[in-house]
């Protein structure tokens, strides 16, 4: 990513990859947030301005709405459109079928909805990725029946 970066500043997937590491340093390490925070932020800033239809762009910033404190600007209902742009994009140019990060962004999208207080929403999340993959457990036997646990009460 650096050599690329080095020749080329205003690569969008590899400021969006350099972005993505970054974060996953960060989940691994909380305490690098302070100084990795700012590089995340920057890299994932430039990629998104240079290309806004970058899946890796799209779903970092989501993830950063998602996961970030509310005092530093997290948002899950800004999480969840810029979710729902990424599986959109996916959809569209034919990456959805069995591919695990159309799952997993789907995924993030109905825990972001959930979090942002629209249950309905990530209920219907669930049952699409139910109807695509029916077999797939964790969604079935865990994310949804803890939604529909916490939706009774």
């Known amino acids: 990513i650096k050599e690329?970066?080095?020749t080329d500043?205003?690569?969008a997937a590899a400021?969006?990859?350099k972005s993505a590491f970054c974060g996953w340093r960060i989940s691994l390490d909380h305490s690098k947030a302070p100084i990795l925070g700012p590089v995340f932020l920057y890299y994932n800033s430039r990629a998104y301005s240079l290309d806004s239809l970058n899946i890796q762009a799209i779903v970092d910033r989501a993830n950063f709405y998602f996961y970030a404190p509310g005092f530093i600007g997290g948002d899950a209902l800004k999480a969840a459109k810029l979710y729902n742009k990424a599986v959109t994009l996916m959809e569209?140019?034919?990456l959805a079928q069995t591919n695990w990060q159309y799952f997993n962004t789907l995924i993030l999208e109905a825990k972001a909805n959930d979090k942002a207080d629209d249950?309905?929403?990530a209920l219907d999340i669930y049952i699409k990725i139910l109807g695509i993959e029916p077999d797939f457990k964790w969604v079935k036997d865990r994310l949804l029946v803890d939604l529909l646990s916490r939706m009774k009460h």
């Open 4 to 6: 690329i970066l080095d």
């Open 15 to 17: 400021c969006a990859y």
């Open 92 to 94: 569209e140019n034919n």
């Open 9 to 11: 500043p205003r690569n």
């Open 119 to 121: 249950q309905k929403r």
